[in-house]
């Protein structure tokens, strides 16, 4: 079965701190594929990056980067001089691909309270 | 345009009412999804519906019961609704067969309150 765990519950800074979240996973399969979506206070889930089980690259998108280790399972996040509008619940996702559907498994979530 | 659209947004009903939760997706998608948040923020599969098909029954009580009339909805009725109902459901849709890239598109979540 799949598993994602985010071990950080609640992370605060002051903005222009630099912040990682981590995700760790586990899968038996060796197709997959990982998530970040933010959930800000207004409810909605919001696609940040989906990478694939061979794409290793790690990835730059403005002040968000994104750390993919298969040796270490982990899928970590930073955010580069946060602001407060980066305030948000962050979750960490892994897809399995079954048959053409996807079974996404959630993180608990890390809640990112940035302060002025 | 909406993509995956949700309705009602909000819904504050009694325990024991029956209440449906729609939604409808304009991507041309083959696969719809509900998921539940409850209050912690955790995120869990529900249902999920190929081409009007149930594939996905997650331990859910039977009060708990999704129907797809065509591949662009999937409804949400829940019977007897209990105060451990309240949470927000998301409905979600994806490309279904090769084409799935492992991607969900979300509604903006339907807060489901029982008083």
């Not at chain 1, 950080?8 to 912040?19: L, N």
């Not at chain 2, 190929?50 to 999937?74: C, G, Q, Y």
Request: aromatic share 12%; proline share 3%; charged share 20%.
């Amino acid at each position: 079965a799949q598993k994602v765990t985010q071990a950080q519950t609640e992370i605060s800074v002051v903005e222009k701190e630099d912040v990682t979240l981590d995700c760790v996973y586990e899968t038996r399969d060796t197709t997959y594929y990982l998530f970040w979506y933010k959930q800000p206070p207004s409810g909605e889930l919001v696609f940040l990056i989906r990478r694939n089980s061979f794409d290793e690259q790690n990835e730059i998108s403005g002040r968000y980067s994104w750390n993919f280790q298969k040796s270490t399972s982990s899928f970590n996040f930073t955010i580069t001089a946060s602001q407060v509008v980066d305030s948000a619940v962050y979750f960490c996702a892994l897809s399995e691909r079954n048959s053409g559907y996807s079974t996404l498994t959630f993180g608990k979530g890390t809640m990112l309270l940035v302060s002025p | 345009d909406t993509a995956v659209s949700q309705t009602p947004k909000y819904l504050v009903t009694q325990m024991g009412n029956d209440k449906s939760i729609k939604c409808e997706q304009n991507l041309g998608h083959d696969t719809m999804y509900w998921y539940k948040q409850d209050s912690k923020k955790f995120l869990k599969i529900m249902f999920s519906y190929n081409n009007k098909e149930l594939i996905i029954n997650e331990t859910v009580p039977n009060r708990f019961s999704p129907k797809s009339p065509d591949k662009a909805h999937l409804n949400l009725h829940i019977n007897s609704l209990e105060l451990g109902d309240s949470a927000v459901y998301f409905c979600a849709s994806s490309l279904g067969g090769d084409s799935n890239t492992g991607e969900l598109f979300f509604g903006e979540g339907s807060r489901l309150t029982v008083l």
